[in-house]
């Protein structure tokens, strides 16, 4: 016990701080980052020598570590933010594309020569066979859009008036084997 208790001493240092409001204030700091005083003192005279010292170059103390994760979090939750944002828009734009592509079937009066939506005589004849809630959610359209989907169900009459699907009570067939 002797032994241990000279190791003690020697590891010891006793200080004197200037003002007992001091020893309070460090008390107080050392309790909100859960150290003892002991560590507290430690950490922040080690914190000082490497920087008066620049005995690592780039090394940085646990407050700059800190405080550039702090900064981190904020920008991280920036980008986030505005990710979030760029993914509404691109699924609006993506909306009005659908809309417009299928707008000129939705209209009966349009006479003009309408381009078909390779992507639907694809879906359909790759799989054979597909019911219409389905292939609503392979266009990625929803059901709720009423006017793409009126939009697509002419565009699925006109693919099934030249002869290349059929509608069948579980939805839509492909009958032929020719390119749209």
């Known amino acids: 016990m002797v ?18 409001k001091m020893a309070e204030d460090w008390k107080a700091r050392a309790e909100k980052q859960n150290l003892s005083v002991s560590k507290f003192v430690v950490e922040h ?15 940085l103390s646990k407050s700059d570590l800190a405080k550039t994760l702090r900064e981190t979090k904020d920008e991280l939750k920036r980008v986030t933010k505005e990710c979030s944002l760029y ?4 699924e609006k734009l993506d909306n009005e594309l659908k809309y417009y592509r299928t707008r000129p079937f939705a209209d009966e009066d349009y006479k003009v020569k309408r ?62 084997k020719s390119k749209v």
């Open 3 to 20: 032994s241990s208790s000279n190791k003690l001493k020697q590891r010891s240092i006793y200080l004197y701080l200037p003002s007992t």
């Open 45 to 59: 005279v080690l914190d000082s020598i490497r920087a008066e010292e620049k005995e690592n170059q780039g090394a």
């Open 87 to 90: 993914r509404q828009l691109s």
């Open 115 to 176: 381009p078909y939506d390779r992507h639907l005589a694809d879906l359909i004849e790759t799989r054979g066979a597909i019911d219409s809630d389905r292939l609503l959610d392979e266009l990625g359209v929803d059901p709720k859009q009423t006017e793409l989907v009126k939009g697509i169900r002419t565009e699925l009459d006109g693919l099934e008036r030249f002869g290349l699907i059929e509608s069948t009570p579980r939805g839509w067939k492909w009958v032929q």
